[in-house]
């Protein structure tokens, strides 16, 4: 079956740094798009960054441009996110996903949350 498994938040200090990552199982990863979203405590879930598979083309959301980086590693169906210069409305619980399982509203993982606060 298809899994996504987050990794790699924590607590963590305003302007400090984290690397998620995000190990895929159970599909060809290097043929999908792929997503980070996160979902504040008492918010819905929002798109972060996302990245193509034809060409490693990103997207991010407009609060994130210039202090995340999401990047894949093919050979070992890993994504992930950088995180730098974090501020506290960074905190949230940090999911990974295809695209098109998005679409299809197939069930999510746990996520990894990240706390950001002195």
């Known amino acids: 079956q298809v899994q996504l498994v987050e990794s790699g938040g924590g607590l963590v200090q305003p302007g400090g740094s984290l690397r998620l990552s995000c190990v895929a199982s159970g599909f060809t990863f290097k043929s999908y798009a792929m997503s980070w979203y996160r979902q504040p405590p008492g918010k819905e879930r929002e798109l972060v960054a996302g990245i193509d598979y034809v060409d490693d083309k990103t997207n991010y959301v407009d609060s994130v441009k210039g202090r995340f980086t999401i990047s894949r590693d093919n050979s070992k169906n890993t994504l992930y996110l950088q995180m730098n210069s974090l501020k506290p409305e960074d905190t949230a619980v940090y999911y990974c996903?295809?695209?098109?399982?998005?679409?299809?509203?197939?069930?999510w993982g746990q996520g990894t949350p990240v706390n950001v606060s002195s």
């Open positions: 996903n295809a695209d098109i399982f998005v679409k299809r509203k197939w069930p």
